[in-house]
Structure formats: structure tokens, C-alpha cells
T-cell receptor, first 114, second 115 residues
């Protein structure tokens, strides 16, 4: 069966520090991968998605970036965090197309920028 | 462009009450999928149901039921005899068939079930 893990689960970082959140999917090949952010009390915002190694699409301009160095690994990074980067970050995957579209989410990473 | 509206930002009920979470969507596509997800306090989103736009048959799964009305572009979710464990944020989402794997989420409804 397929599983998705992301870490760290919680992170407290000062403004201006770097960020690296990692997500790994197991039990499938060539998944589509996604990073979502959920600000406090708000809905889900798609940040990045990837259909293959090295292929990243950005949905929202910001100081965050994503990379996919391996087929089942998706990394969210920042060189200098802002206060507004605080939130709950969710990694998700779907099988490669064709598929019925439901996303399968990781456990989430809660980032607090002070 | 797609849009999903969950007008109820927060609902509070007492245990054993029935509760309906509303979801209204907008899309120009004739074929699409609709979804409901549950986000318990732990944070992870849990997939609940997928509905194809061709299938307007309502679905029941235990205490959960879904009412898909294509004529009113609604996909409402009812919990019967609510329990404290149902407390969570619930998201409705839409994916047109030609949108790749892009889901458009509603803003979510926070359901609080009190004992």
C-alpha cells in the first residue's frame, strides 16, 4: 500500500532563517506531488505541484521554492523565512494520470516563524 | 475558472443531532469530480468521498450521506446522529476532468460537536 510521510512535524524558526520541509511517498512510482499551505483558520492554498523529477510548477509567487530530486521525494524550501510563512504545510500525492483525482495527504508540518 | 463555496465557516451542534454541511460549486466544465475531506485536530486531511458529475445518485456510508444536486451545483454532506469524534474541519473540493490533477478547495467548515 502507498504511504506518504513528511517531516518535521513541527518547526519554530526565526525570521530570516532557512527552511526545509521534506515529503516522501512510498509504494508507488511517478506520483504527482503537491505542497499546500493552510494559514491559521483558513482554507488550503496550493503552492507547488510536480509531475516528475525536476518538474515544478508554482501556483503562488512567494519566497518559497520546491524541488524534486528523486521520483518520490518533494522538498519545500526557503532561504529566508518571513512571518507570513507561518502555517500548516501539507504534502499530497496522486497517482500519475489517468486517475480520479483524489489527493492523499501527509501528516502535515506546522511552521511557526517568530 | 472553478470555485467552491462553503458558506458555513463554523457550525456547533450537540451530540446526536443531525448536521448538514453545504457545498456549492461553479465550473464551466461538463464533467468533473467532487470530493469531501475531513481534517481532524491532528491536521491530516482524510479523503471521505469522490463523486463523478455523471452520477447523481446520493450515497450513504454509515452515519454519513451526500446529496449531489447538479441542477443547483451543490454537493452537501450530512452527518446523522453526530458524535464528538466528528468534530473537525470539513473541506469540499472540485476537479474538472480537464484540470489535470488540480483540486479547487472550498474554505472549509469547522464542525464542533459538543457532548
Amino acid at each position: 500500500s502507498q504511504t506518504i510521510h513528511q517531516w518535521p512535524a513541527t518547526l519554530v524558526q526565526p525570521v530570516g532563517s532557512p527552511l526545509s520541509l521534506e515529503c516522501t511517498v512510498e509504494g508507488t512510482s511517478n506520483p504527482n506531488l503537491y505542497w499546500y499551505r493552510q494559514a491559521a483558520g483558513r482554507g488550503l492554498q496550493l503552492l507547488f505541484y510536480s509531475v516528475g523529477i525536476g518538474q515544478i510548477s508554482s501556483e503562488v509567487p512567494q519566497n518559497l521554492s520546491a524541488s524534486r530530486p528523486q521520483d518520490r521525494q518533494f522538498i519545500l524550501s526557503s532561504k529566508k523565512l518571513l512571518l507570513s510563512d507561518s502555517g500548516f504545510y501539507l504534502c499530497a500525492w496522486t497517482p500519475p494520470r489517468p486517475n480520479t483525482g483524489e489527493l492523499f495527504f501527509g501528516e502535515g508540518s506546522r511552521l511557526t516563524v517568530l | 475558472a472553478q470555485k467552491v463555496t462553503q458558506a458555513q465557516t463554523e457550525i456547533s451542534v450537540v451530540e446526536k443531532e443531525d448536521v448538514t454541511l453545504d457545498c456549492v460549486y461553479e465550473t464551466r466544465d461538463t464533467t468533473y469530480y467532487l470530493f469531501w475531506y475531513k481534517q481532524p485536530p491532528s491536521g491530516e486531511l482524510v479523503f471521505l468521498i469522490r463523486r463523478n458529475s455523471f452520477d447523481e445518485q446520493n450515497e450513504i456510508s454509515g452515519r454519513y450521506s451526500w446529496n449531489f444536486q447538479k441542477s443547483t451545483s451543490s454537493f452537501n454532506f450530512t452527518i446523522t446522529a453526530s458524535q464528538v469524534v466528528d468534530s473537525a474541519v470539513y473541506f469540499c473540493a472540485l476537479r474538472p476532468n480537464n484540470a489535470g490533477n488540480m483540486l479547487t478547495f472550498g474554505g472549509g467548515t469547522r464542525l464542533m460537536v459538543k457532548p
